[in-house]
């Protein structure tokens, strides 16, 4: 597990310190973030590769025996290399039969994640995770609240994490009841807040943001009638759902 761990951080540090990427504008690092972890996302997906078969030892000896005449056993190592040559041809065609099952199975997910509908989970997923890295965690700041109506008024804003690109910080509504207001206000960013977009095969539209408070489902809406959006760039590797190569079997 600790391993795991170093593997994702170490990368993302040095993303944040020291990158190639250090002088692009904010949404191109964001869709470099993205289209990583969408990546990973997208491999985790892939079925178990199919382990061969290993031959069993079926415990003869190609040793000569004790008064065993020379005819009798070249006969005998004849009987036993060609009756694991048989076995290894079952276990070859097996495997061979299995390797083409994981390839169709390649196949199914590649077409399946070419609908947008199929991919947008993982996409959301993977934006929510990139929003983080390259903008920092989202939070609420300027609150305003309304005790007639019971709104609440903010900027969204961000703690940065690694560093990696200012965010503009963006106007939003919600309802919180009178009686918790004020330990919302206190305690409303302890809580893991998310934004969600919108996806028109093109661009990320800034929809709203959504998280839990108190075992309650909290939504902010954006005030501003004009759309923020991110334009995206998705590059999906092509070995991810590459098939394998079956190759001949050899007698």
């Known amino acids: 597990m600790k391993k795991i761990v170093l593997f994702i951080i170490v990368p993302l540090y040095l993303f944040s310190l020291s990158n190639p990427y250090a002088d692009l504008p904010a949404n191109e690092k964001f869709n470099v973030m993205l289209n990583h972890f969408l990546n990973i996302s997208l491999e985790n997906t892939r079925p178990v590769y199919p382990q061969k078969k290993p031959l069993k030892d079926d415990g003869a000896t190609l040793d000569p025996i004790k008064f065993e005449l020379y005819f009798n056993y070249i006969q005998r190592l004849k009987a036993i290399r060609e009756s694991r040559a048989k076995e290894q041809l079952k276990i070859d065609e097996d495997y061979v039969g299995k390797l083409g099952f ?7 997910l590649k077409k399946f994640y070419t609908e947008d509908e199929n991919l947008y989970p993982l996409l959301q997923e993977s934006i929510n995770k990139a929003f983080k890295v390259v903008f920092g965690k989202p939070k609420f700041t300027n609150i305003v609240y309304d005790d007639e109506i019971n709104r609440l008024e903010a900027k969204l804003t961000t703690t940065k994490i690694y560093d990696v690109a200012d965010f503009k910080p963006l106007d939003l509504e919600l309802f919180v009841y009178k009686g918790i207001r004020d330990e919302f206000i206190k305690y409303h960013n302890e809580s893991d807040i998310k934004v ?34 991110i334009k995206l760039n998705i590059k999906i590797n092509d070995d991810i759902f590459q098939a394998v190569e079956t190759g001949e079997i050899k007698w």
Do not use: C, P, W
């Not at 028109?200 to 009638?225: A, P, Q, R, T």
């Open 102 to 108: 994981y390839n169709g199975k390649l196949k199914a």
């Open 196 to 229: 969600r977009f919108d996806f028109d095969g093109e661009y990320l539209i800034f929809k709203d943001v959504i998280f839990m408070f108190n075992g309650n489902e909290y939504v902010g809406k954006f005030l501003s009638s004009v759309q923020t959006k």
